[in-house]
């Protein structure tokens, strides 16, 4: 072989090597990055709702994102995580002990005190200046370094654990009036590494952010601040209700805050079975239009969206609310996909992710019939009666390992009760009253499209999904 034809075929091995050798992304090819975080979202929570919405053969919306994961939840101190340690590590990439928020591993959880005149809990903020631990640099706060517009948008409130994992670092979740302030630029206690604050927060209940009146807001803040007043001032528009929400301008620079009282008894925005669609935003028109606002940024943006009222639910064991509220955080997918798409065709550079961030104990139940309601009663695949206990009683489809709903005597079931929206599903371990079943230690899925996505596969830690977005993003 003579000397030109040597360097052909070096060149062609070259070629063919490169071809078959497995592709690497360039960091920092996703300028935009949304990140869909569904509070307890579960995979039974995820069939059971693709089932109740689109039957066996259906399919969500997240669940047509090309790469997925299955996702380790554990906490610093704990086989089964909260929601402030799993979101810190997704925001971080730092392993914290439940309860603590975006702080580093020698954080202590140290729970907030009531406040002596006022009477109002966790009020007073009990986290040392000094002495246990420090924050951790979040995902947000590495966008606003890099020059990008900032969002985070959720239906439980503001300042509960997964968005404020996003914006504030705390030794305890519930801080809340403490979390409130570091949003707040340029105020006593502002977290100075949001610069000129995030663009667009939006969600439930403004107590936290208003200050205390004895008669109007007893739950308010003790220190007389009104957040909401010094965020105005800082340019940004206020709307508390769809009419505003609606109103609001989406042009470059444009700041919101979106604060709903609509279920302010609860703490947090509406579920969508009980959303009144004339009054309070979906998650997707909410999803929409922060898109709308942070897509105008030449840099790029990064958002948080969370369907936080999904967790609420099954803590409750109610069932029909947290699928209701499952299919209302998958809509939001749909809508931010179908927007960026037009933004950003094929998702070039952007990077969307889509996960949980820890388990229930929800459990589907028995060898149910194909077609029958999953909110309903469990019928035998064979001859279409209800499937029944030791003792001839019927039962449900989807169950709890613990909560409240535990008879002493089981009696026999009737559909039209356990497909109410208010049913509490039964449970196996009786915990106490509505609201104490507790979160599940299994995995969780993930999902993801876009920029750089390839590289989520695998069963990966929380932290690991930080480093990812971070490398995709060139953060």
Not at 58 to 69: H, K, N, R, S, V
Not at 138 to 144: K, N, Q, S, V
Not at 404 to 432: C, F, H, I, W
Request: with cysteine; glycine share 10%; charged share 20%.
């Amino acid at each position: 072989m003579n000397i030109k034809h040597s360097l052909i075929a070096a060149a062609l091995t070259t070629t063919l090597a490169a071809t078959l050798a497995p592709q690497a992304f360039a960091a920092g090819e996703a300028k935009n990055v949304i990140f869909f975080l569904g509070d307890g979202m579960g995979p039974v929570t995820i069939t059971a709702s693709r089932i109740w919405k689109y039957k066996e053969e259906g399919q969500l919306a997240m669940e047509t994102l090309p790469y997925t994961a299955r996702v380790k939840t554990y906490s610093l101190d704990a086989q089964t995580t909260d929601s402030a340690p799993s979101m810190a590590a997704y925001m971080t990439g730092v392993k914290t002990r439940n309860d603590v928020l975006s702080m580093d591993g020698n954080t202590f959880a140290k729970a907030p005190g009531k406040d002596a005149t006022t009477g109002v809990s966790a009020a007073v903020d009990n986290c040392p200046a000094t002495g246990n631990g420090g924050p951790s640099t979040t995902l947000l706060e590495l966008a606003i370094a890099k020059g990008k517009a900032t969002g985070v948008i959720s239906t439980a409130r503001l300042t509960h654990a997964t968005p404020g994992a996003t914006y504030a670092h705390s030794c305890h979740r519930d801080a809340e009036y403490n979390i409130a302030r570091q949003a707040v630029p340029g105020g006593a206690g502002a977290n100075a590494a949001l610069g000129n604050g995030v663009d667009v927060m939006m969600g439930g209940v403004s107590n936290y952010w208003r200050p205390f009146d004895a008669t109007t807001r007893p739950k308010g803040r003790p220190d007389g601040r009104d957040l909401v007043a010094e965020l105005q001032a800082k340019g940004y528009n206020f709307v508390s209700d769809l009419s505003g929400f609606n109103s609001l301008p989406t042009t470059g620079g444009t700041k919101v805050i979106g604060l709903y009282d609509f279920a302010i008894a609860q703490g947090h925005m509406s579920y969508e079975l009980d959303r009144d669609p004339t009054k309070e935003p979906s998650l997707a028109q909410m999803a929409s239009k922060s898109i709308d606002i942070l897509s105008k940024n030449a840099n790029g943006f990064f958002l948080m969206v969370e369907g936080g009222r999904i967790d609420h639910a099954l803590h409750g064991t109610n069932a029909a609310r947290a699928l209701a509220d499952t299919i209302a955080f998958d809509d939001a997918i749909k809508a931010a996909l179908d927007k960026m798409n037009t933004i950003d065709p094929g998702l070039a550079n952007t990077l969307i992710v889509v996960t949980a961030d820890h388990d229930h104990t929800m459990a589907f139940n028995g060898y149910g019939k194909r077609g029958s309601d999953p909110l309903g009663l469990s019928i035998n695949y064979a001859n279409g009666a209800p499937n029944t206990d030791v003792n001839g009683n019927s039962y449900t489809t989807l169950v709890f390992g613990n909560g409240s709903n535990r008879v002493a005597t089981r009696a026999p079931l009737d559909a039209a009760t356990v497909t109410n929206k208010d049913y509490l599903q039964e449970v196996a371990v009786r915990r106490g009253t509505p609201g104490s079943e507790t979160h599940g230690g299994g995995d969780v899925m993930l999902f993801a499209t876009g920029a750089a996505s390839k590289t989520f596969k695998g069963t990966i830690d929380n932290t690991k999904v930080f480093t990812l977005v971070k490398n995709a993003a060139g953060y």
